[in-house]
């Protein structure tokens, strides 16, 4: 087990953020995850990367913040303090995301006080977001098992139950992950080609749920893969199964509904319905945690309009463990998902050189948030509706209809 945790911190070192000797690394976790965390330094360091700096959280500190605390203390006390993040990114660091979920942990606290302070958060970093955006670091998201998501997962606190998932996801029991791994982005940067050569005006869902929402696209949309288009050819999603783009946040309309639950500051949304005119959410409903779900929407004006729409086969090797992750680095790689808020400027042609005001301007959205949730279903219907009026079914029964059949 010690041998496949340290070709997966390797593997995230040179296989996602492609780092070499001279870089300077960025690393941000919990303290539930510093053995791991260690490892990654070890590699990197073998990897002649010196310049290494993290931030490392305490939620049981953050926690009793936000139970004992005021809004305007939590915010002033520096463990919530992330303008780190502007700092490392204008001096062009990396940055691992290691993403190690606490189900249920937040749902004893306030969910007002949560979105206040996240939405705080969310703009204390709006340089490194800047930066992120016109792909100018190297960023990556990966997962990291800890006994609290090992627990409610499967009701032990054996991580290597857990461990052994995202080995077999992230292909780290393979001999070389990293030519697996360029295999599979093989495959999905072909899908994402078609996508752009069939020259989509927009895509309409539908499911027995009760999804009939029709989504334009912005001229020059491009679909992208993970490791497309961010200008540093980094893969930033571990895993990843999907194509995506971004909308013409203006031209949606209709109703979708959840497929999964969302976690989202420690806590579950569920059983969830959006429904958009003119690209605005206009009405929404939860039959659990509506008010986290409010406080997303809620972020700014941009977080009342969706930023990205991703294909993913309901198949995908993620949805066939069959497991709920309460990831979203997870789940929404098992599922079609859309995204409220920030739209990606390498999703539009030469996105990444314009300024923001052309990006809106061509039907891009600007928010602090960025929030996925999952739609996909065994029976989901996309269709696309072309620019010269034809249409093409891309999706049936939940999964791609294949380029060559």
Not at 50 to 65: A, S
Not at 222 to 236: K, P, R, Y
Not at 323 to 351: M, R, W
């Amino acid at each position: 087990m010690e041998d496949l945790k340290r070709k997966y911190a390797k593997f995230l070192i040179e296989g996602c953020l492609r780092l070499k000797e001279g870089d300077k690394l960025f690393i941000i976790g919990y303290n539930l995850i510093e053995d791991f965390i260690k490892l990654v330094i070890e590699e990197a360091n073998k990897l002649g990367i010196v310049e290494i700096k993290t931030l490392i959280n305490d939620p049981f500190k953050q926690k009793e913040l936000y139970l004992t605390k005021t809004y305007e203390e939590i915010i002033r006390n520096p463990i919530m303090d992330r303008t780190m993040y502007n700092d490392m990114a204008k001096n062009g660091y990396a940055f691992l995301s290691l993403s190690s979920t606490l189900p249920g942990f937040y749902e004893d606290v306030d969910a007002e006080l949560l979105s206040r302070v996240s939405r705080y958060q969310m703009k204390s970093i709006s340089e490194y977001k800047e930066y992120q955006l016109k792909g100018l670091i190297k960023w990556n998201i990966s997962a990291v098992p800890n006994s609290i998501w090992a627990k409610d997962l499967f009701g032990s606190e054996d991580e290597d139950l857990l461990w052994n998932l995202i080995f077999d996801i992230c292909l780290i029991r393979e001999d070389n992950p990293v030519f697996s791994w360029k295999e599979k982005l093989m495959c999905l940067k072909k899908r994402a080609d078609y996508l752009n050569q069939l020259k989509i005006d927009k895509l309409i869902y539908h499911n027995s749920l009760g999804t009939d929402l029709e989504i334009g696209l912005p001229n020059g949309y491009l679909f992208q893969s993970a490791d497309e288009g961010t200008g540093n050819g980094n893969i930033v999603n571990m895993p990843t199964e999907e194509v995506f783009t971004s909308p013409d946040r203006l031209r949606v309309k209709g109703r979708v509904y959840s497929s999964k639950p969302l976690l989202h500051n420690g806590n579950l949304i569920e059983d969830f319905w959006l429904e958009f005119r003119e690209g605005k959410i206009i009405d929404y409903d939860a039959k659990k945690g509506k008010e986290i779900l409010k406080g997303i929407i809620d972020t700014d004006e941009g977080s009342h309009y969706l930023g990205e729409v991703a294909l993913v086969d309901y198949h995908s090797p993620i949805s066939l463990t069959n497991v709920l992750f309460k990831n979203t680095l997870y789940d929404e790689n098992a599922s079609c998902h859309l995204a409220i808020g920030e739209s990606f400027p390498e999703c539009i042609q030469d996105g990444l050189t314009k300024e923001k005001e052309e990006l809106v301007l061509r039907g891009l959205n600007m928010s602090h948030e960025h929030v996925d949730f999952f739609i996909g279903t065994s029976d989901l219907e996309v269709k696309a509706v072309l620019q010269n009026g034809k249409e093409v079914v891309i999706m049936k029964d939940g999964d791609f209809v294949e380029v060559d059949a």
